[in-house]
Nanobody, 118 residues
């Protein structure tokens, strides 16, 4: 069982930056893919970004060019740098782990709240 703990959320004005962190209880180097998801008020949880063991990244269209996902396997941590925050980025952000190629995200954190103000 992999435990994931997110941190770094908070209140930020539109246009500001925030960095979210996701600390894993085991070596992230052993986890094929790490991802960030979010659930905006009144909406379903949605994909934000992912990164594989080979550092291949993928982004949801609305965050591409503003958000950057990275992983530090020496620290067993995954980051999400969020620049140029918009009001619509307000959400509960979750970290997730997909341990095997061709699998699914089966480990989830409890989330960290990001609120963007005007």
């Amino acid at each position: 069982q992999v435990q994931l703990v997110e941190s770094g959320g908070g209140l930020a004005p539109a246009g500001a930056s925030l960095t979210l962190s996701c600390a894993a209880s085991e070596r992230t180097a052993s986890l094929y893919r790490m991802g960030w998801f979010r659930q905006r008020p009144g909406k379903e949880r949605e994909f934000v970004a992912s990164i594989t063991q080979t550092k291949f990244t993928d982004y949801e269209l609305s965050v591409k060019g503003r958000f950057t996902i990275s992983r530090d396997n020496t620290e067993n941590t995954v980051y999400l740098l969020m620049n140029s925050l918009k009001l619509e980025d307000t959400a509960l952000y979750y970290c997730a782990a997909d341990p095997t190629i061709g699998g699914n995200y089966i480990y989830w954190g409890r989330g960290t709240q990001v609120t963007v103000s005007s």
